[in-house]
């Protein structure tokens, strides 16, 4: 038995045509890890603004932003995310 968090979000009970993409589904409540979910991280929102913070001060500091290689997907049954991202950065 394996225990597959993303399905939850392809549940037929759950969702109208859970395979096909609808960006104006409505309600578009995902049941896991999503922003109302029952599974919420209890860090996810000091993480968002983490990121934007990063983003904030990537953009006053770098010109370009390019791909220096071939990105390595991570392998998980768990979660999705990439393992490597090999990049060359343009500084200001």
């Known amino acids: 038995m394996v225990l597959w968090f993303s399905s939850a979000n392809y549940d037929e009970d759950h969702f109208d045509s859970p395979y096909e993409f609808r960006a104006d589904r409505t309600p578009n409540d995902h049941v896991a890890f999503g922003l109302r979910s029952p599974h919420l991280c209890l860090g996810a929102h000091l993480a968002r603004l983490e990121m934007r913070v990063v983003f904030e001060e990537i953009v006053k500091r770098w010109s370009s932003i390019e791909l220096a290689g071939e990105p390595e997907r991570l392998r ?6 990439t393992k490597q991202l090999p990049i060359r950065v343009t500084w200001i």
């Open 76 to 81: 998980s049954n768990f979660i999705g995310g």
